[in-house]
């Protein structure tokens, strides 16, 4: 087990369009329990891709607020820039951990609190891989959008456990 490094914690998501939380869309879902497609919340930006989205959790029962930084560029981050990162959105196939500082994905999902977001008809083949990692699968629906605070609520209590069980 490690300790979280100091300053604001660090969520990862994918920069692949091809998974259901992206950088985009990750703010709607983890503060506002909404999930938007990225194709949709692309049509409604303005300006470019951000490289860091600051999300808050909003609906908590205790007053303190944890702020937490949102990237998808792992590539970008420095050493101690690791230490502080705490869960990872992953899509389910192993290049996306090509150039992390980890030997295999044992290690990652020992230090790094992992999510797989999915849609709870798709086919148990899209879900076959990470079956065998230590990550939490999330399934959200095609189109009851009222289930979707539940699933993001979901994504912070796990959070927030494993924060609390790397805290200093």
Same mark, same amino acid.
């Given at each position: 087990?490690?300790?979280?490094g100091?300053?604001?914690?660090?969520?990862?998501?994918?920069?692949?369009?091809?998974?259901?939380?992206?950088i985009?869309?990750?703010?709607?879902f983890?503060?506002?329990?909404?999930?938007?497609?990225? *194709?949709?919340?692309?049509?409604?930006?303005?300006?470019?891709?951000? *490289?860091?989205?600051?999300? @808050?959790?909003k609906?908590?029962? *205790?007053?303190?607020?944890?702020?937490?930084?949102?990237?998808?560029?792992?590539?970008a981050?420095?050493?101690?820039?690791?230490?502080?990162?705490? #869960?990872?959105?992953?899509?389910?196939? /192993?290049? @996306?951990?090509?150039?992390?500082?980890?030997?295999? =994905?044992? /290690?990652?999902?020992?230090?790094?609190?992992?999510?797989?977001?999915?849609? /709870? *008809?798709?086919?148990?083949?899209?879900?076959?891989?990470?079956? @065998?990692?230590?990550?939490?699968?999330?399934?959200?629906?095609?189109?009851?959008? =009222? @289930?979707?605070? #539940?699933?993001?609520? /979901?994504?912070?209590d796990?959070?927030?456990?494993?924060?609390?069980?790397?805290?200093?």
């Open positions: 087990m490690r300790k979280i100091e300053g604001v914690p660090i969520i990862l998501v994918p920069s692949a369009f091809s998974t259901l939380i992206t985009y869309n990750v703010k709607e983890l503060e506002d329990g909404v999930f938007i497609p990225t *194709d949709v919340k692309l049509k409604q930006m303005k300006g470019g891709k951000p *490289d860091c989205v600051t999300v @808050q959790k609906f908590s029962r *205790d007053r303190v607020v944890t702020a937490y930084e949102v990237r998808d560029k792992p590539s981050l420095k050493s101690d820039d690791w230490d502080r990162v705490v #869960a990872v959105f992953v899509l389910g196939k /192993e290049w @996306q951990f090509k150039d992390w500082p980890f030997k295999d =994905h044992v /290690e990652i999902f020992n230090k790094i609190l992992g999510f797989f977001m999915r849609f /709870e *008809d798709d086919s148990v083949e899209s879900a076959k891989v990470v079956k @065998q990692w230590n990550v939490k699968i999330i399934s959200i629906s095609k189109n009851k959008r =009222h @289930q979707d605070r #539940a699933a993001a609520l /979901e994504v912070w796990k959070l927030e456990e494993f924060m609390r069980s790397r805290s200093r």
